[in-house]
């Protein structure tokens, strides 16, 4: 018996376990006492029945098989073994002493691996039993590695093809098959699949097919199919050519995998890429693309293109109202609507103008979503500028019928601004620019119509950019001022407080309110204006209390909005403290129709003011329209009779009876009454004979800067030199006293 040292093998077991099975006790014993001195680790048993009651319960790494057994020989054994679970690919090496080619063929066809003659070369039968272990390892790793594979195929819905010329014919793998719905042993050929692809698109990928293997070429390909159930799918086709030993093209192998899903994200991306998600309009971008396309083609041909810009009237009443639930729905019916206006295409792919003709550009003509409320139609060809006006006036009457939206009726107009290619500009810049200055010259004359771009529109609106840009430099520069307009008193001929007003001193000129506080407020900077203004009240009650004895209040008019700030109380303090002044040196005023539009948002800040000592006057009072039970709740000191009431004081009876009404109501309810605008005697006299002696107006002074004021009072008031004064003192009756005393009214704010 010959003996040697194991050899080690890295990709075995370091004792591959060893199951021997042979009747003769000799040669079992033997042959275990020189696999054991080889590293083997061996269980034995001694005949077949013993074996498989072994392999019940524990799984060898190989099993050697003596071939002449009694009762259960070796053959019956090994196929026994295959029948069993976890058996089918252990590999088992039968040991014989025959050696005739009958036993050796019947080893095979009962499943041994190998076979091996019976013998005393025991280095020998180590290195078959070694051999075979490592084989087995290698078909177990090969065989992971196909189902991975075919796993991972199944997961990406790929699968494998052949083609080859001849009687190879068109092979698909297994999973290849289930790309097309098909299991393993169901049957697909060629034609088979031919005949899922649309008739219309058949032809085209033959032609292909066809081109492809003429020049011996990769075919690389998507191809939409319809499967045997129904479903559509597109699959992406990737093959490439093989080549026989003599360099001419055998056939063709290559990949099938389903690509629908990614088609299908590609598609959703691309759609958001270019089309609004709310109303599936074209977006900014593909507006942009689409009009730099129509210029192009404009320019080739010579023709024009009309861009309308849309924005919808106060759609923001309308969001803020209902909900901006309610305020989508809105705009996809707006969409709905505009897309009726004009020919609408969904999709313009990149290359379609070059290929479908010279007429292809009209394909570009749509309504898109610009942003927010601002939509866009594009004309791409147009004869002159009455076309593009027959599609606005279209337009303005597609948003004339009602909108049924949350549940309620709903009217909404439009803005419509017109630029024309070439004639308003040369790019989409320039167009989508210039039209924005016709759209809002409409929104300031009134809105609900269209307005064509003119170089005109364009000076105002340059003007207007200009304005905004000086007014946020004045209040860097310290520019805008406070004039004050004194309340008077006409029993006592005396100033019992002053209105602040604010002027722009721009230069030499002095701009009026009524030139910058719209566009203060338009654009937010009434704000940072407002807060300088009570600070400078401030100073100024303070600067009066020195020089002579002030201790009446300064009115300073403030937007509704700051009303609504929860620090507008915190402000004010700092501004009295800063200064030394009570809190009741500072009134504040709010126009009435203001008061009664945002009443629930204001409400609460007028409590907090109110606590702290800072009266609240209503301003323009009688040109609303106020509850009379907000009235009697609201925390108001004051109400100022306005000056178109003021105005036919002693001429028609009607002024007469309102302003006795606000009067009496004012009276009624605790407050006191002043009266603006006053700018004659005989509507001074008038009104000090209904019961109201607190005035103001031109008859007594135009608003002054502070110093002329303080001149004014010693000049006017003290010396009890004024007309009005000695009106007030018991002159009446005579005509001339219903002269104005200075300009027509105006110029207050």
Known sequence: MNSANPTVDQDLPEQPRVLLVDDDEVNLLLTAIALRERGFDITEASSGEEALRTVSGWTPDIIVLDAMMPELDGFETCS?????????????LMLTG????????????????????????????????????????????LERSKARLARAQDLARMGSFEWHRGAGGFVLATEALRVFGYGPNEPLDFIGVMRMVPRDERQLFMRLLREVMAHNSVLVTDVAVTLVDGRQRVLHIEAEPEFNEHGNASGYTGVIQDVTDRRLAEDKIRQLANFDALTGL???????????????????????????????????????????AAGDELLMEVGRRLRACVRHSDQIMEGLLESVGG??????EAV????????????PEVTDERDAERVAQRVLEALREPIFIAGQECFVTASVGIAIYPRDGTTTADLLRNSDVAMYAVKSQGRNASALYTPQLAGRGREKLELESALHKAIERNEIVLHYQPKIDVRAARMVGAEALMRWQRGDKLVPPGDFIPL???????????????????????VWQLNFGFSDAIAVNLPNRLF??????????????????????????????????????????LHRLNEVGVEISIDDFGTGYSSLAYLTTLPISEVKIDRSFVRDLGITPQSSAVVTAIIALARSLGLRVIAEGVETLRQMEVLHRLGCSVMQGFLFSRPLAADDLERWLAQTVLPRKAPWIVQANGLDGDPALSRPLSSPAGGQR
């Open 80 to 92: 026994r073994l295959r029948e069993m679970p976890g058996f089918e690919s252990t590999p088992v």
């Open 98 to 141: 025959l050696d005739d080619e009958a036993s050796i063929n019947r080893a095979y066809q009962v499943g041994a691996t190998d076979f091996f003659v019976k013998s005393t070369q025991w280095s020998l039968l180590a290195g078959r039993l070694r051999y075979l272990l490592r084989s087995s390892r290698t078909r177990i790793e």
């Open 282 to 324: 074209p977006n900014r971008r593909q507006l942009i693309w689409r009009a730099e396309r129509a210029i192009e083609a404009a320019r080739r041909s010579g023709h024009e293109v009309g861009l309308l810009l849309i924005d919808l009237d106060r759609f923001k009443v309308i969001n803020d109202t209902l909900g901006h």
């Open 359 to 364: 007429r292809s550009h009209r394909t570009l």
């Open 368 to 379: 898109g979503r610009l942003g927010g409320d601002e939509f866009v139609a594009l004309l």
């Open 520 to 542: 203060a407020e338009e654009t937010g900077l009434i704000v940072p204006l407002s807060e300088w203004a009570l600070r400078e009240a401030a100073r100024q009650a303070k």
């Open 564 to 605: 609504e700030r929860s620090d507008l109380v915190e402000h004010i303090h700092q501004c009295v403290s800063a200064y030394g002044v009570p809190h009741r040196a500072i009134q504040l005023e709010i126009t009435e129709t203001g008061l009664m539009k945002d009443l629930q948002n204001v409400i609460p800040a």
